[in-house]
Each structure stands twice: as structure tokens, then as C-alpha cells.
């Protein structure tokens, strides 16, 4: 396996090096851009229809091939391909894996890399138009963010067994963030005042009122220079108040994953899209090719002028040399709208797909871990998988 880093990917770059070659009597298919795939790794995009979407029980393998699966062969033909890695939102590309395994890693980043979040709130005190369980749940949805290795330190809660009454609670389980607020007038407020956040001191409360209360080891793991529990976005509104009114409550975070609750989630989003292809069959000339151009996104599709060398390769641009031509200049960024096939001067001209195998996830972090990190939590969570199934497989022989 290869990582590869590039800020875009061009369709003329995305199969540059694809160590794997078509096996048995699968047809190919030539791309504009030089490269060849066999036709069943091609997802048609029709009008009204989209075709060769069923897999097979034999991932990377289909009907009329040799169907033994080599290890070395995946290793080699298997790359990741980063477009964008950002702090907490990044873009790259698994290619040559079956969908099986994209939707796996997919699923585990929503639902089981473990994260910490509110979980239970004692309120000692609401005066407040919320009522005390909505005012909970908007708590427990707050993400929350910190040192991410003092979190990795933190051990899940578990009730003790032979002491049902017993709490549990310790500094190796618990985070504990408390909020105490009062709404007041503001005496120093000018007489023809409207504005709430003017006329009243805590009128209205954010999550960047949350205080965070460490204990123990969480007094250096979580200090001001590691990163204190904290909301991620500090900007979140929990409540308004008016005068008279409070808020004193105590929140305890606790472990969890996200198939329990989806406050647990590490991802805002994390999805998957497969690469679009655009293939040219007939040439698209002059004022049809600015047409063309305007039913893709910006950069999809652009125009060159027709050369020698295009004609003498290519007879049926001969006669054509000095006009401008359509080419795909980045498939990447194609949302297969098929709006090209609704007209009819693009009738048999062009081919719309999706390349089976390669996989573009967009993985977007909550805050509380980066999100490259999140994607190799959900690689190691898939391994312990693996291994638990090998272990319940053997006691099957």
C-alpha cells in the first residue's frame, strides 16, 4: 500500500501508476487521458438509468475472471491518494477496495470510535423558560474538546457490580464541567435600551460558559497549556434568561460511541462518494463545446484548441484542426448531475460513470479528535474486528 499526497487530483492523474492489471476476458475500457480500466470497474451513469452496480461475493472480482484473491496482488494495487488535511476536516481516496470495506470504515467512524460527552446533569437549580430535561439534552449534544491524549488516558465508566448503588465515579472515568449563572439588570444601561444583551448581565448563556473542573490526574492532563475540557464551539446558545431567573447545574462526561447515542459521534460527517469519469467518444467543437462546458461544475470541462497531432490520431477531428475542442480537465469535482445527456447535440457523444473502486471520503471531526486521526481509529477498531472474528472462527474447526 502507497499514501499519496496532492492539494487536487486531475482526471488525466487519477490512475497514473494503477499497478492492477484486468484479468480473463474482461473488456477495457480506454480513457481519454490514457489510462485503462476493465469495463466492469465502470459504473454507467445513463439518462434515466445507472448500470453495472451489483457486486459479486468475490470482492474485486467479477463473472468470467480468474477468481483467486492474492494478497500481494491487493497490496500493490491498493493506495490511499490525500486531496485535502486539514485539522479537522479532510479528503482523501481509497483505491482498489471493494465497497464492503469502504462502508465499513464509513459505519465505524459514525458509530464506534469512542468519544466523551455529557451523559448525566444534576440541576440544583432552573428558573429558566427550558424545561430541565430539554435543557439537558441541549448539554449532551454540546461537542466537547480537549487534550485528545489525556483523553485517550480516561477509561470507560462501568457500574460495580456488587454494588448496584454505588456511583462509580472517579477521576479515571468522569469529567465533571459545571454552570452556574444569573441573569441581573444592567444599572449602567441606557434608559431607551432594547437590546437584551445590553439591558441584563447573563442573558443569554453559551457554551463557553461551561467551566471545566478537573480532578486528580485530569489537573495536568487537561492543564491550560495541554488543552482544558472545553466546548468546541464556545459560540453554541444554551438558554436565555431575564432578570430573576438561574441556572446551577453539574454535568458528568463519560466514554461512549456513537451506536449507543449519536452525541458520542466523533464526525460531523464522514461519507464516501466514487470518482466520477467523463469519456468523450465524439468530438464536441467551438460553441457546442462552451455548452458542454456549462453543464458540469467550474474546471469540470474545458475547451483546447484542435491540433495536427489530434487529427492524424484521431480521423474524425480531421477538417476540424484550429477549432476549439471539449476535454475533461478534473472529473474530480463533477457531481454527475447528468445534465449533459438532456440534450440532444450530446446524444451519443459522451459517457458518464463511476469507477467501482475508488472511494473519495470527505471525514469531518466534531472537534475532539483531528480528523486524519479519527480515519486510523476506525482502521484499528476494523483490525480488532477481524481479530475477534478469527478468534470465534477457529473454535467453529
Known amino acids: 500500500m502507497s499514501i499519496l499526497f496532492d492539494g487536487a487530483i486531475k482526471s488525466s492523474q487519477a490512475f497514473t501508476g494503477r499497478p492492477r492489471s484486468p484479468k480473463g476476458n474482461s473488456h477495457l475500457v480506454t480513457l481519454e487521458f490514457g489510462g485503462c480500466l476493465p469495463s466492469p470497474q465502470i459504473i454507467g451513469v445513463n439518462a434515466e438509468t445507472v448500470t453495472n452496480v451489483s457486486s459479486t461475493d468475490f470482492p474485486g472480482h467479477y463473472p468470467g475472471e480468474d477468481q483467486d484473491w492474492d494478497l500481494q496482488e491487493f497490496k500493490d494495487s491498493f493506495y490511499v491518494k490525500v486531496h485535502q488535511n486539514e485539522k479537522y476536516d479532510s479528503q482523501f481516496s481509497l483505491i482498489g477496495i471493494d465497497a464492503s470495506i469502504a462502508n465499513a470504515f464509513r459505519r465505524i467512524l459514525l458509530a464506534e470510535v469512542a468519544t466523551f460527552a455529557i451523559e448525566k446533569v444534576w440541576i ?27 483523553l485517550r488516558r480516561m477509561s470507560w465508566w462501568r457500574p460495580l457490580a456488587d454494588q448496584p448503588n454505588n456511583p462509580n465515579i472517579n477521576h479515571l472515568n468522569t469529567l465533571v464541567l459545571k454552570l452556574q449563572a444569573t441573569c441581573t439588570r444592567n444599572k449602567e444601561a441606557a434608559k431607551d435600551e432594547s437590546d437584551p444583551l445590553k439591558l441584563y448581565h447573563n442573558a443569554h448563556i453559551y457554551a463557553r460558559d461551561l467551566v471545566f473542573c478537573p480532578a486528580g490526574e485530569q489537573v495536568e492532563w487537561f ?52 470518482l466520477p469519469l467523463i469519456q468523450i467518444t465524439k468530438p464536441i467543437l467551438d460553441q457546442e463545446a462552451k455548452k458542454f462546458a456549462r453543464c458540469f461544475p467550474k474546471g469540470v470541462i474545458g475547451t483546447v484548441e484542435v491540433t495536427e497531432d489530434d487529427a492524424l490520431r484521431d480521423r474524425s477531428y480531421a477538417g476540424h484542426v484550429g477549432k476549439q475542442k471539449a476535454v475533461v480537465r478534473n472529473a474530480f469535482q463533477d457531481t454527475v448531475s447528468r445534465e449533459c445527456l438532456r440534450h440532444e447535440e450530446f446524444q451519443g457523444k459522451v459517457k458518464l460513470g463511476r469507477v467501482r473502486d475508488h472511494f473519495i471520503f470527505s471525514v469531518e471531526s466534531t472537534g475532539q479528535f483531528e480528523s ?26
Open 223 to 274: 492543564s491550560e497549556e495541554n488543552g482544558p475540557i472545553r466546548a468546541f464551539n464556545p459560540e453554541i446558545l444554551i438558554a436565555k434568561m431575564r432578570p430573576g431567573q438561574e441556572i446551577d447545574l453539574e454535568m458528568h462526561c463519560r466514554k461512549g460511541v456513537g451506536s449507543d447515542h449519536a452525541k458520542f459521534s466523533p464526525v460531523a460527517t464522514a461519507t464516501y462518494r466514487l
Open 372 to 397: 486524519d486521526d479519527l480515519f486510523l481509529q476506525s482502521v484499528r477498531t476494523m483490525k480488532i474486528k477481524v481479530k475477534a472474528l478469527r478468534r470465534q472462527l477457529s473454535t467453529l474447526v
Open 124 to 150: 440544583h437549580n432552573n428558573t429558566s423558560i427550558i424545561q430541565d430535561e430539554i435543557l439537558a439534552q441541549r448539554l449532551g449534544l454540546i461537542p466537547l474538546t480537549g487534550n485528545p491524549e489525556g
